[in-house]
């Protein structure tokens, strides 16, 4: 019996796994970082760890806070084998599949040789091997590859002088995609489109797989342009019994992570969705697999499949799941760890579920990750909306981790229903402090293309969201009311009489301070929510959010004077790999070193063609925005 269960995991995906224990009657136990302490209030009890990723010391918290189970969320050890049989190996229930099952789908080159001969459709993989020095493959550094699964059976290909691609004998229409064999999250993943691009993208993918999972194995592939990534949620529980829970659509992608999810999806056919979890049924019982998992697939426009990888855990995007299920799967993963048997049919799934994932991250400025504190964070309590949260008011985001905040899940009984009370969601949200993907997210569900269903892995190349505020009526509105308010004192707590000064109606609250304005642009009245705070106006609308500093006067955060040619960090993070030392001669866009943060390598580029004269940081620095990493001079 599970009296105690540990979560050995942070924010959103920890509370979420609270919430459902406490539903259950269980006791619950959060392990936290330092200065990572916003999950802890939702379990009964906390014990600080140096690290999430320590598997000794994670299993000695368990032990001393006397829990019988662990929970591993997503991320982190959450597919680790070596976790799992440790803590099967204490004597606690692991709430999640199998040790072996984890380490047969955790090799995506190995997992797809499993599902060959399972009978699950697989795509055509290249095997890629360094070529040695002197070799009868050509000059040392060059890559020679082959057909047949990664064997290295097929015929080689002759590699051309100073380290180019190995194509020559190998019939490979491009584009082609790199992947790394191990961990997933678009890490370790380059598109390639051209011969002459291929040996790049070996070398940054294996450096990046090397960085971010301790292994530099890779492979290569076809790249579906236009495809969709179809997901197939599975429960199997340890008596051979196993669900298919419908399909989840997720293709639309950004840098290889996903943004938006639904099911189901809108271009699945009663027929392909049969076939698709006959597979996924095939794909669990070839690894003999036990509680919840998802097999995913990449399918094209006429409908044809292949299997992708297999998730051995719980997934981010599992609340539409259950939004048109009716079930809890935590719950599910909890019972079927303790022994329950599946009984009957699995539920039909009914009405549409959406799902949003809310980024802290800048769009106008590269989608870098942001990070300080969230000032506000409210999502309006709409019928059908659900708000899977890691994060409140006064909440600090940093850089060591995802830059999700929440996600936000809609359900109605039509897509697009599900749809419009998803985007009104997001619009009426009032998020504070930090940049987000919000006004993004919600032209994207907003867009006719997103409406119509027309959502493959190609949709953000394809549509233009980027529409800036700058371009609207919004900011000439916003600057008219921020000076306003700056020349403005006296506010009367009078509701139903609205003050007026330079054009704009403005609306108080009790502490006398204006909370809403009413202005007319072009023959038409707007509303704009205020938020005042010590140095920023923060402005919500229909036309989207913005913050504006209170006076000119103030400085713009995080910008200093820098020597002519100085790259500097955009963000906070981690020197993770330098790619240019001093003395080397680049090109313009070329990568002089690399940033990690929030689990994402950001390259730091040369502006313009010439030398490398500095390097100012060195691999696992910590630096902070605005500091000098390097400085390229212009030939």
Not at 472 to 484: C, K, Q
Not at 488 to 506: D, I, L
Not at 544 to 553: D, F, H, Q, V, W
Not at 568 to 593: D, E, N, T, W
Request: aromatic share 6%.
């Amino acid at each position: 019996m599970i009296i105690r269960l540990l979560v050995a995991n942070r924010g959103e995906i920890a509370r979420r796994i609270f919430r459902t224990c406490a539903e259950m009657g269980i006791g619950t136990v959060a392990v936290y970082e330092a200065d990572d302490d916003d999950h802890l209030d939702y379990a009964d009890m906390a014990v600080r760890v140096r690290s999430y990723l320590d598997v000794d010391e994670l299993v000695r918290a368990a032990e001393s806070a006397g829990a019988q189970a662990v929970h591993p969320g997503y991320g982190f050890l959450s597919e680790n084998a070596a976790f799992a049989r440790a803590v099967i190996g204490a004597g606690l229930v692991w709430i999640g599949p199998p040790p072996e099952a984890i380490e047969a789908m955790g090799s995506k080159t190995e997992a797809k040789k499993l599902m060959a001969a399972a009978g699950v459709p697989v795509l055509p993989e290249f095997a890629v091997a360094e070529v040695p020095a002197r070799s009868e493959a050509g000059a040392a550094g060059a890559t020679a590859w082959s057909e047949a699964g990664g064997d290295g059976s097929g015929p080689l290909g002759k590699a051309a002088a100073g380290g180019a691609s190995v194509v020559s004998e190998v019939d490979v229409a491009f584009p082609l995609v790199v992947k790394a064999s191990a961990g997933g999250g678009g890490r370790g993943m380059r598109v390639v489109r051209e011969p002459a691009a291929l040996e790049r993208a070996l070398a940054e993918a294996r450096a990046e797989a090397e960085a971010a999972f301790g292994d530099a194995a890779v492979f290569v592939e076809p790249y579906l342009e236009d495809a969709r990534h179809i997901e197939v949620q599975v429960l199997a529980d340890a008596h051979g019994r196993i669900w298919t829970l419908g399909e989840r659509e997720c293709s639309l992608q950004r840098r290889h992570q996903k943004v938006v999810e639904e099911s189901p999806s809108p271009f699945v056919t009663p027929a392909l969705r049969e076939s698709l979890c006959a597979a996924a049924v095939k794909a669990a019982q070839a690894v003999g697999y036990v509680n919840a998992g998802t097999v995913e697939f990449l399918v094209d426009g006429s409908g044809r499949f292949s299997f992708l990888e297999m998730n051995t855990r719980l997934q981010v995007e599992h609340p539409v799941t259950e939004a048109v299920t009716g079930l809890d799967l935590v719950r599910w993963q909890i019972l079927i760890a303790a022994g329950a048997t599946l009984e009957g049919d699995a539920p039909v799934p009914r009405g549409h579920a959406i799902e949003a994932r809310l980024y802290a991250e800048d769009p106008r400025n590269g989608w870098l990750p942001q990070a300080g504190t969230l000032r506000r964070f409210a999502v309006p309590a709409l019928p059908g909306v659900r708000v899977d949260a890691g994060v409140d008011d006064g909440s600090r985001v940093g850089v060591r981790y995802d830059p999700m905040l929440a996600k936000v899940i809609a359900h109605a009984p039509t897509r697009d229903e599900a749809g419009a009370k998803l985007a009104a969601a997001l619009a009426g949200a009032r998020i504070h402090g930090l940049r987000t993907n919000r006004d993004h997210l919600v032209r994207t569900l907003r867009h006719p293309a997103f409406v119509a269903g027309q959502t493959t892995t190609a949709f953000f190349e394809r549509h233009d969201l980027s529409t800036v505020l700058d371009e609207t009526p919004f900011r000439v509105a916003a600057a008219r009311a921020v000076a306003a308010l700056s020349r403005t004192a006296g506010w009367r707590n009078v509701r139903s009489q609205p003050r007026r000064k330079f054009g704009v109606e403005y609306v108080t609250h009790p502490s006398d301070r204006p909370d809403r304005i009413v202005q007319e642009i072009e023959g038409v009245r707007h509303v704009f929510h205020v938020a005042i705070y010590e140095d920023v106006v923060e402005l919500d609308s229909s036309f989207g959010s913005l913050a504006l500093p209170k006076e000119s006067r103030f400085p713009q955060p995080g910008v200093t004077e820098v020597a002519r040619g100085s790259l500097i960090a955009p963000m906070p993070g981690i020197v993770s790999r330098i790619g240019a030392m001093p003395g080397k001669k680049v090109l313009a866009g070329q990568p002089i070193l690399w940033l990690e943060a929030m689990k994402m390598e950001h390259p730091i580029v040369a502006r313009s063609d010439g030398v490398v004269t500095a390097i100012h940081a060195q691999a696992g620095q910590q630096v902070e925005v605005g500091q000098p990493l390097a400085t390229v001079e212009e030939e």
